[in-house]
């Protein structure tokens, strides 16, 4: 699969037009602009890191892309606990932390691949969810290793969940 180039600066990335182009459901939109500006409350100087996509769908979203991680078996609150606290230690820790759009930007490039590869006219959590589960990242790959969560294994029931 190649990855679509993408070249996001700054806050561009929370404006709408990116996605917009790219068929990003509302649902989808609001998730990323929403973890971004998650991000800032939570003081961090700006990353926006795939770990807190994750988070900011586990708390405050009940669409297909959490839907899917359930169904594979997940506790979606054990699984926010797990990530809130390793959030919370990277803060105790000092980690400054500076917005990384280029990590989140693969995120969502990733997903817009994930869509195209899987037929659809649009990109929603569930791509998010595939492509945090296929980018190349240490504690989230932790994560979803701690939670008995593939790639493959989420694909899978998500098929099933969409009947397709």
Known sequence: MAITQVTIVNDAFAET?????????DDARKVMRDTIERSRARGTVGIVEPMLLLWSLLRWERKIGVICLEACGVSLRSMEQRIEAE????QCLGSQLVIDFERITLVATIAVDESRDNGNAYVGTEHLM?????????RLNRCFAEFGVTYSDYKA????????
């Open 17 to 25: 037009a990116w996605m917009e182009t790219r068929s990003f459901t």
């Open 87 to 90: 959030l919370l230690r990277q």
């Open 130 to 138: 595939l492509a945090l589960l296929k980018i190349n990242d240490t």
């Open 157 to 164: 029931r998500l098929t099933q969940i969409l009947g397709t």
